[in-house]
């Protein structure tokens, strides 16, 4: 079943219409735009593998995302990869993961070109089209209430986080390891309100996000790729190295940035590696400039051509959590983390996914990303940084509050 919306379709706009419904979400997926609501099934934590690896029924939808899982990996779910130590405690956030599969979805192009796409006709299908027809308008918009923003990490306790990681990095333990802050602030707006701002703020995200879940809302104006596939490749695109606006240059000299980069792709190369044919995994693009409202970054393309016996659930287990979040060693990095920092990372620095019915995948890595617990007038907001043995613990505390921009901006608050 296919249903033309026209041309001129604003995402957001559907995403307002169909807040009502159970469950609305917004992902990206391979270039398009997915809004859709009403799953039909829902998998948590473990048995998301299980989910995923579950042969699909072919039907002849227009687009795969009909019939789809779409949800969040949080950095808890790592548990159910590797052998890890308990998470922080992290009050009022979401579950280890979740994701559901939706029969009816929105399609949008980013030439603005809409349709709804279903596998059948059903009720799915007739209340995502009565709520596009019936349901017109944008996401609200608030005055920035000014909120003062507490960090898990204030001031000093992050330099020492951060020294406690070099300490680590000298003895051997480890080559890098990313530490994190978790910011909470005042919010009686709502999420989407929330998402309004916090993307109007970011500026463009390649990997824009919005999930309501039972616990809250995850909203994301992420501009990382953890992994995406086809089916027959899988590419991921890590970032790694942050400088202020139009700084890039000084960035790609850095020794130490580079240094910082390298590490990551190279464990991204290992990571693919395990899921490759031989001789299968490349480097296509590396260091190149990622440009942000308000950062530059450099990014790198890492692509693996795919064994026949490799499906989804492989290539998201392969390399979740992304290495570009964690440091390296992967599995030591997760574990520093969890003696350092004092709070759960919630559903930042996990993945948002959405996969379709012919095996073709998009993940984001949950960057810029907020969370706005249910029932609670507040929300949350991660960043951080990756140490290395270069790094300066102020310079890192200064680079973790540069990546909060756009959730100050949104809220109307200041660094300290």
Known sequence: MVVSLGTGVCPNHLLAAVLHLDSPVLVRHLGRTIVAACPDEVATGASIWDALRRPQAPIAAADPMAGGWMGLLADRLAGTVELLPGSPPDDAGPPAGVIARYPA???????????LVAERPGPEADALLDAAHSRTGALPRVAPPCSDVRSSLPGAMYEAAVQHARDLIRAGDVYQVNVVQRLDAEWTAGPAALARALWAAAGPAAHRAYLDLPEGTVISASPERMVASDGRTAWSEPIKGTAAPGDFLALAASVKDRAEHVMIVDL?????????????VSVPGLMGPLVTAYADHMVSRVSAVLRDDIGPAEVLRAVFPAGSVTGAPKVRALEVIREIE????????????????????????????????RGVPRAQYWSGGAVV????????????????????????????
């Open 342 to 373: 004092p709070v759960g990372r919630g559903p930042a620095f996990g993945s948002v996914v959405a996969v379709g019915t012919d095996g073709s995948l998009d993940a984001s890595v949950t960057i810029r990303t907020a969370w706005v617990p």
């Open 105 to 115: 979805v929105f399609v949008v192009d980013d030439d603005g070109n809409g349709m």
């Open 268 to 280: 991204v190369r290992n990571d693919l590696g395990r899921i490759a044919r031989p001789g299968g």
């Open 389 to 416: 043995w270069d790094s300066h613990p102020v310079a890192e505390r200064e680079e973790a509050w540069r990546k909060a921009s756009p959730f100050l901006t949104a809220i109307g608050a200041t660094a300290p």
